[in-house]
């Protein structure tokens, strides 16, 4: 499967601060899709970025995919408190794989 | 408000025990998706149905079975719990092929098994 990796596990920032969290994928997708998850509920999902695309914005949302390295990154800015959740990265097609996720805590 | 309804929320089976989530979506998506989420795993694919009147295989479908009962509705069936199938499930819908937007997820079913 095309299983999305992230990277890392874990990250704890200061509000304000920035997070940015990586995605390693291993094989060619047409498709990369970010989710956040909160504690105890479902999965939303925040951005798609397409295969022909190199980065795409949405509010504090900035994602960019490199198709020559399989990986894409997420970057939040100006984090919340209301950040915190656990983040993952999906490939591609009808039927999207997901990886373990990185949990962000935001420190206030 | 539209989007994916699973039931029950919490469910504790004993073993052995059989049951059915159930989960209905009202965005008229053609595919509908059964995951299971446990620790440490992030999200594994059950079984999937494409469209209407398919239903396929995904990772980890021993011990499952699905029903798409129609466009709106697919059920994710244990025949014998067993505590392996401890975790929490989530059906999701989206539009069918490759250019699909996102999938919606419903809120989760948490199922222990004793």
């Known amino acids: 499967s095309q299983q999305g990796e992230e990277d890392p596990q874990a990250l704890s920032i200061q509000e304000g601060e920035n997070a940015t969290m990586n995605c390693s994928y291993k094989?060619?997708?047409?498709?990369l899709q970010w989710y956040r998850q909160n504690s105890g509920r479902g999965l939303v999902h925040l951005i798609l970025?397409?295969?022909?695309?190199r980065e795409k914005h949405s509010g504090r949302l900035r994602v960019t995919l490199d198709t020559s390295k399989k990986s894409s990154s997420l970057l939040i800015t100006a984090s919340r408190a209301a950040d915190t959740a656990s983040y993952f990265c999906?490939?591609?097609?009808?039927?999207?794989?997901f990886g373990a996720g990185t949990t962000v805590t935001v420190r206030a | 408000n539209a989007g994916v309804t699973q039931t029950p929320k919490f469910q504790v089976l004993k073993t052995g025990q059989s049951m059915t989530l159930q989960c209905a979506q009202d965005?008229?998506?053609?595919?509908m998706y059964w995951y299971r989420q446990d620790p440490g795993m992030g999200l594994r694919l059950i079984y999937y149905?494409?469209?209407?009147?398919?239903?396929d295989k995904g990772e980890v479908p021993n011990g499952y079975n699905v029903s798409r009962l129609n466009k709106r509705e697919f059920s994710l069936r244990l025949e014998s719990a067993a505590p392996s199938q401890t975790s929490v499930y989530f059906c999701?819908?989206?539009?069918?092929?490759?250019?699909?937007?996102?999938?919606?997820f419903g809120s989760g079913t948490r199922l222990t098994v004793v």
């Open positions: 999701a819908s989206s539009e069918y092929g490759l250019l699909a937007y996102g999938y919606t």
């Open positions: 094989t060619s997708i047409n498709n």
């Open positions: 970025i397409r295969s022909n695309e």
């Open positions: 999906a490939t591609d097609g009808y039927k999207l794989s």
């Open positions: 965005m008229n998506h053609n595919s």
């Open positions: 149905s494409a469209s209407e009147g398919t239903t």
